[in-house]
């Protein structure tokens, strides 16, 4: 059984930074892409970043040039480093992986349990 085990997360002013990372722990070979989605009350869950096995990035528009996703592969961690931070940024934020557990090579969705994030004054 694969698990996302999310550290860090908070209560910070606005104009303030943060950081979040990501352990998978388990058994398995792989792991593709790794995301941090984020939901705000009342409102649907929204990619944030995503990171690719090869380190190619993507961002939500509205955090591009605050936030930087990276990952260690040789840690099996994802991280998300805040900027900036707005109160708008403040929501539940989750970290997402496509494991690889088998040889077929079949990648599986697994999520973090949610971390709160919380940009106010």
């Known amino acids: 059984q694969v698990q996302l085990v999310e550290s860090g997360g908070g209560l910070v002013q606005p104009g303030g930074s943060l950081g979040l990372s990501c352990a998978a722990s388990g058994s398995f070979l792989s792991i593709n892409n790794m995301a941090w989605y984020r939901q705000a009350p009342g409102k649907q869950r929204e990619l944030v970043a995503v990171?690719?096995?090869?380190?190619?990035?993507n961002y939500l528009d509205s955090v591009k040039g605050r936030f930087t996703i990276s990952r260690d592969n040789a840690k099996n961690t994802e991280y998300l480093q805040m900027n900036s931070l707005k109160p708008e940024d403040t929501a539940v934020y989750f970290c997402?992986?496509?494991?690889?557990?088998?040889?077929?090579?079949?990648?599986?969705?697994?999520w973090g349990q949610g971390t709160q994030v919380t940009v106010s004054s």
């Open positions: 990171i690719r096995s090869d380190g190619r990035t």
């Open positions: 997402n992986a496509f494991v690889i557990t088998t040889t077929q090579g079949i990648a599986y969705e697994y």
